[in-house]
């Protein structure tokens, strides 16, 4: 049984290995990446994020579907390091609340959007992996053209955040319009042209597992 105990050690750091080896970053251009992941099966999606040193703070570049298994990063600086990593995110969300807008993009002149701005409530107390953690009481109020205010009820405890997910009429999938802090129960959405008829949704999320970290250094001229 001895013996054994290496090969098993052995095995196990490889299959390890291979459970982080999930993105590619490849230069197609001087400046410009592609990168190609393998998604984690059961996500609600997946976060791409960068950064321009190894520790440094990472920037979020899209929440990708979670069919997506492919970034374009174009355009980059030219002889800048680029640090990529790909996280799953998961989570409860709420009901759904379908909304409908007036046509034209009119906002009245007294609108500072002073109602736009989150408010956060007392923490919820239902951990975040539960399926009773998510947002109830979900609404949406028209506040003008292309003005929405979302208000929830907020039960998760232990969430990196809310996600404020929108799919317009004739899409097939929901994307996130939105990315906002813990212990948000308040939020007000400027819409897009695209989004006059949609359909949203709140979402308490937490992140699953990370890709490894995927480096180009981009060529070019200063």
């Not at 097939?172 to 949704?201: H, M, N």
Request: with cysteine; charged share 20%.
């Amino acid at each position: 049984m001895r013996r054994l105990v290496p090969l098993v050690v052995l095995l196990l750091a490889a299959c390890g290995q291979e459970q982080h080896r999930r993105l590619t970053a490849t230069l197609t251009s001087p400046t410009d990446v592609s990168l190609v992941w393998e998604a984690e099966p059961g996500a609600a999606g997946q976060v791409v994020e960068y950064a321009n040193v190894p520790d440094g703070a990472y920037t979020v570049l899209e929440f990708a579907p979670p069919d997506r298994t492919a970034y374009e990063h174009p355009d980059l600086i030219p002889q800048t390091p680029f640090y990529y990593r790909v996280r799953s995110y998961h989570g409860p969300t709420s009901a759904t609340a379908d909304v409908t807008l007036p046509p034209g993009d009119e906002v009245p002149e007294s609108d500072g959007h002073a109602w736009a701005a989150p408010i956060n409530g007392p923490s919820g107390a239902r951990p975040v992996r539960s399926a009773y953690a998510g947002p109830t009481d979900f609404r949406a109020e028209v506040k003008h053209a292309n003005g929405i205010l979302f208000t929830w009820t907020d039960h998760a405890e232990g969430e990196e955040g809310y996600l404020l997910e929108v799919r317009p009429a004739g899409a097939a999938d929901f994307s996130v319009a939105a990315q906002l802090d813990p212990d948000v129960r308040s939020f007000g959405l400027i819409t897009l042209p695209t989004e006059k008829s949609a359909t949203y949704r709140v979402r308490a999320y937490y992140y699953g597992a990370a890709s490894n970290v995927a480096h180009q250094k981009t060529g070019g001229n200063v």
